[in-house]
T-cell receptor
Framework: DVKVTQSSRYLVKRTGEKVFLECVQDMDHENMFWYRQDPGLGLRLIYF???????EKGDIPEGYSVSREKKERFSLILESASTNQTSMYLC????????????FGQGTRLTVV | GQQLNQSPQSMFIQEGEDVSMNCTSS?????WLWYKQDPGEGPVLLIALYKAGELTSNGRLTAQFGITRKDSFLNISASIPSDVGIYFC????????????FGTGTRLTIIP
């Protein structure tokens, strides 16, 4: 079974802090994703990576950056956390090219106070 | 970005009832995926559809890839309490595009 693991289930951070959300997958998948989930808005793509050190902006990249130094690890960075970034963050991975199906981690619920 | 429209937004049903939900797009999709999210967890893939008209089952779940390729349907028969959650449709918005667009979700609640 594919396993996608996010480093924290719950985080509370202060406004202005730099926040790192970590995600690791164990199936040698090419693609990794960060989504944000808010009530009534579904899942919105923040950033996508299709290879090590390669990234593409999603629909809502403002206020976020990402890092993929190793194939199995994809980090989401909030440069200066704000209260409107309070949300559920979901990491996912997919095989790439021949496999679109994305497999998700358990989610990180981030609260910015 | 492109959005998928899901309906209904929420459903309140009694245990044992059948459930139907759908997902529509303004453009053609080549793959449709259905996910379920339990409270406090990440979404889990239920069914994947790859061909227009395809009908696929997974236990009590049945999903169909619409003939127009702009819609998909998910049915759950004889609902049970563990069916509670949010159901999402998803798909890659363009051929060869590996990013997934997600619907806004259908929240299913079972009334005791």
């Amino acid at each position: 079974d594919v396993k996608v693991t996010q480093s924290s289930r719950y985080l509370v951070k202060r406004t202005g802090e730099k926040v790192f959300l970590e995600c690791v997958q164990d199936m040698d998948h090419e693609n990794m994703f960060w989504y944000r989930q808010d009530p009534g808005l579904g899942l919105r793509l923040i950033y996508f990576s299709y290879d090590v050190k390669m990234k593409e902006k999603g629909d809502i990249p403002e206020g976020y950056s990402v890092s993929r130094e190793k194939k199995e690890r994809f980090s989401l960075i909030l440069e200066s956390a704000s209260t409107n970034q309070t949300s559920m963050y979901l990491c996912a991975s997919s095989l790439g090219r021949t496999g679109f199906e994305a497999f998700f981690g358990q989610g990180t619920r981030l609260t910015v106070v | 970005g492109q959005q998928l429209n899901q309906s209904p937004q929420s459903m309140f049903i009694q245990e044992g009832e059948d459930v139907s939900m759908n997902c529509t797009s303004s453009s053609i999709f080549n793959t449709w995926l259905w996910y379920k999210q339990d409270p406090g967890e990440g979404p889990v893939l239920l069914i994947a559809l790859y061909k227009a008209g395809e009908l696929t089952s997974n236990g009590r779940l049945t999903a169909q890839f619409g003939i127009t390729r702009k819609d998909s349907f998910l049915n759950i028969s004889a609902s049970i309490p563990s069916d509670v959650g949010i159901y999402f449709c998803a798909g890659p918005p363009h051929f060869g595009n590996e990013k997934l667009t997600f619907g806004t979700g259908t929240r299913l609640t079972i009334i005791p």
